[in-house]
């Protein structure tokens, strides 16, 4: 039986705390595990109960809801649905990797369209998972000859997992599984609600958010050049200065990437480094 989607709710407003509650509990498949009316608490509580879907309003004493995500760590990030009344906070919401936003008063056709969204993502990031923890399994018997009685196994070519975030992507193309070498990536960007990994000439989608890809990767060996492009550091060849202030940023295969003024600081910390 596949466990129910674990879910906070975060608002300053009682009313619309029920609000939510009550449409979630129209649907099944989720289970409230708790309640905050305050960003500080929103914090806290996500480290102690481990939600799966977070849904947090924007406007809060204290704490607002950008400034609580700020502090929890990427680990223990949930996915992320923004409660608010004012729909000009929409497009901030996407930059910081929302999964959704929802407008008060509730529109039950909106809400239960960003439960679905949310079902979905967390479906495939627990599919991904067990993929992961599947294959650490293996890697775990390599070289064992004996599993169970009269079985054997002969060692076989397989990546060695130290960390997912180092030395193995684990991608979800459709009803395939695809294993990479971080150093056989070109560069990434972001495609509607995917991922698109370059790799020598071929596009992979991947479902994931742009920040947590970010977090999984080395940051010696990959950095963010836009708010829609990751890099692999080791295909740079050439950086051209534009006129605004940006670069265009040429990798080895040709490919010209443009490089933000957001993010010029951490292509310079690169080029400082010397690395």
């Excluded at 608002?11 to 409230?32: M, Q, T, Y």
């Amino acid at each position: 039986m596949t466990p129910p989607i674990r879910v906070l709710v975060v608002d300053d407003e009682p009313r619309a705390r029920r609000a939510v509650v009550l449409l979630l509990n129209s649907r099944d498949g989720f289970e409230i595990v708790g309640e905050a009316g305050d960003g500080e608490t929103a914090v806290r509580l996500v480290h102690e109960l481990r939600p799966e879907l977070l849904f947090l309003d924007i406007q809060m004493p204290g704490l607002t809801g950008f400034e609580a995500l700020a502090r929890i760590p990427k680990a223990e990030m949930p996915e992320v649905v923004f409660v608010t009344a004012y729909d000009t906070y929409a497009m901030e919401a996407f930059a910081v990797h929302a999964l959704d936003y929802v407008l008060k008063p509730f529109e039950d056709e909106r809400f239960h369209a960003a439960v679905d969204r949310a079902r979905e993502r967390i479906r495939d990031a627990r599919a991904a998972g067990m993929q992961s923890r599947l294959l650490d399994l293996l890697e775990s018997v390599r070289g064992f000859p004996n599993v169970g009685v009269g079985a054997s196994i002969a060692p076989t070519p397989f990546p060695t997992a130290v960390s997912p975030r180092v030395d193995r992507i684990i991608l979800k193309n459709g009803s395939e599984v695809v294993v990479l070498k971080p150093h056989e990536i070109d560069w990434i960007e972001a495609d509607g609600d995917y991922m698109k990994f370059h790799v020598a000439g071929r596009g992979i989608l991947h479902r994931e958010t742009m920040a947590s890809l970010e977090a999984r990767l080395d940051p010696t060996k990959f950095r963010r050049i836009h708010r829609s492009t990751i890099v692999n550091l080791d295909r740079i060849v050439r950086l051209v200065p534009c006129s605004n202030g940006e670069h265009t940023v040429v990798l080895v295969d040709g490919s010209r990437l443009r490089s933000s003024k957001g993010y010029q600081d951490r292509l310079q910390e690169w080029l400082d480094s010397g690395s």
